[in-house]
């Protein structure tokens, strides 16, 4: 993440697993 996730929805961030592979995950934050 580039930055804090402060707001609510979906948001798509990428995740590096190895130098060679980054995966792109979806999440999705909600009210408690």
Not at 3 to 31: D, M, Y
């Amino acid at each position: 993440l580039g930055a804090p996730i402060k707001t609510l929805g979906a948001h798509e961030t990428s995740v590096r697993l190895h130098p060679e592979v980054a995966a792109k995950v979806n999440i999705e934050v909600v009210a408690a």
